[in-house]
């Protein structure tokens, strides 16, 4: 295909993009008000075609292109991506037991501190790397634990410490990424949904020895799948890329042969010298990589993160002035210190409230509000958690609370002014109904 057949194509898809996306009338009470969802413009569509176009399937130039770029937002040396931030979170606990860690390397037993009400793929690594969860709870309002709390929480085996900011909202971050570095523990730093949030100005993600990130669409960007694990360190980026890559020991692109120039030149483990590198495995590792097609869409996502993180705080600030006052509602607070890039607008119906969250929730669900929980509220009481070894520190009273009376609504950048107003009318019209 020649350059002007593209251009010709890539002009086609630009106006079939224009025709599908002309602006709908928002009815209330019939257009749906997500929670949540992608935001894709022109660009985006012109992105993935033209990727497609190429056909490169697997990682190649595009995803270099956005480890790079999305490191430097960040301000990180090295990102590399993953097929979900799932994935992301099980790579950068799993890099932590690598032996080339020596005495620091995470081992069968160990203790990692988490929060006990949150996602469950921010634990689920723990348990999968044969570690143990030592779980505290959050405090209402921000829906984060505390510093003295995750303090509390570090005994003699704890080794780590792995914790989500809570729908963008951060955990003090700066406080425990110094607490970790007193105490020699790795902080793990889920940044699934709070990627633009910054804490003491500084963006989140960039505070841990390793952090994470998701491109799900519910996600401040999107790839449709994917995800992202970011370091400075670089030893520990080479393991990251080991663990997701196979568990191989050689460094080479896809496609890439002998880029250390000694492919036929090693002697690693028990194998006979000059067995091929690409070959060869330093780590029990995964295959966690995603394609360029994702890439390519999220370069084009990237450009529009600061857009999209002034929308998020312009929604939850939208939310927060019009509920103001509203009784039997607990409103979010950030984080002392932080400038969250919100997830969502998080609200606990007071449990001494005349009416219920699930009073609450049908109501807006009946009016076509999309509302979600704080993923699994307080997730020991899951049955998957039943039988897990783990530790609690204090008492989760505050994940019980969420589980029974917290949920959310929306704030992502394709809610429109109209459409807060209606939520924030109907939550208004039920509280004050039931009142
Ligand atoms: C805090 C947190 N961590 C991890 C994940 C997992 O991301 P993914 O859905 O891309 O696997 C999510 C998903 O929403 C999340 O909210």
């Not at 988490?114 to 790397?129: E, K, S």
Request: charged share 25%.
């Amino acid at each position: 295909m020649t350059n002007r057949q593209k251009d010709l194509l890539l002009e086609e898809v630009r106006k079939y993009h224009q025709e599908r996306s002309q602006e709908k009338e928002f009815i209330p009470g019939v257009t749906p008000v997500l929670s949540s969802g992608a935001v894709l413009d022109e660009d985006d569509r012109v992105a993935l075609v033209d990727a497609a176009l190429d056909m490169r399937i697997a990682a190649g130039v595009h995803s270099r292109r956005f480890e790079s770029a999305f490191a430097r937002t960040l301000g990180m040396r090295k990102a590399h991506l993953t097929n979900s931030g799932s994935s992301a979170n099980l790579l950068a606990l799993s890099a932590l037991t690598s032996p080339q860690l020596g005495d620091m390397r995470l081992k069968p037993g160990d203790e990692v501190v988490t929060v006990a009400a949150g996602f469950p793929t921010t634990v689920n690594p723990i348990l999968q790397n044969q570690l143990v969860p030592v779980f505290v709870d959050v405090d209402l309002g921000t829906y984060n634990a505390s510093l003295a709390q995750i303090e509390e929480a570090v005994g003699p085996r704890t080794r780590a410490i792995m914790i989500a900011h809570s729908l963008g909202n951060p955990f003090p971050v700066a406080e425990v990424a110094e607490l970790a570095k007193e105490r020699d523990l790795f902080l793990v730093e889920d940044n699934c949904d709070a990627v633009g949030s910054l804490y003491q100005g500084k963006p989140c993600g960039s505070f841990g020895d390793v952090s994470t990130v998701s491109f799900y669409p519910a996600h401040h960007l999107t790839m449709g799948e994917g995800g992202c694990v970011l370091t400075n360190n670089l030893p520990l980026a080479r393991i990251i890329e080991s663990f997701r890559d196979w568990g191989r020991d050689c460094w080479c692109e896809p496609g890439e042969d002998n880029r250390c120039l000694k492919r036929f030149e090693y002697q690693l483990g028990t194998l006979p010298k000059g067995y091929d590198h690409k070959y060869t495995f330093s780590h029990v590792g995964y295959n966690l990589k995603s394609t360029d097609l994702q890439a390519a869409l999220g370069l084009s996502q990237l450009r529009k993160l600061p857009e999209f993180s002034e929308a998020r705080r312009r929604n939850w600030r939208y939310l927060r002035t019009a509920l103001d006052g509203v009784p039997g509602l607990l409103l979010p607070e950030p984080t002392p210190g932080s400038d969250p890039s919100w997830f969502g607008f998080v609200i606990t119906v007071d449990p001494e409230a005349p009416f219920t969250k699930s009073g609450l929730v049908d109501f807006l669900e009946s009016r076509k509000i999309g509302t979600r929980q704080l993923f699994g509220g307080n997730l020991t009481r899951h049955p998957a958690y039943q039988d897990r070894e783990f530790r609690v520190v204090g008492d989760l009273r505050n994940s019980d609370i969420i589980t029974d009376h917290t949920f959310w609504v929306g704030v992502y950048p394709g809610l429109t002014s109209e459409m807060l107003d209606y939520v924030a009318d109907s939550i208004r019209e039920f509280a004050l109904k039931h009142s």
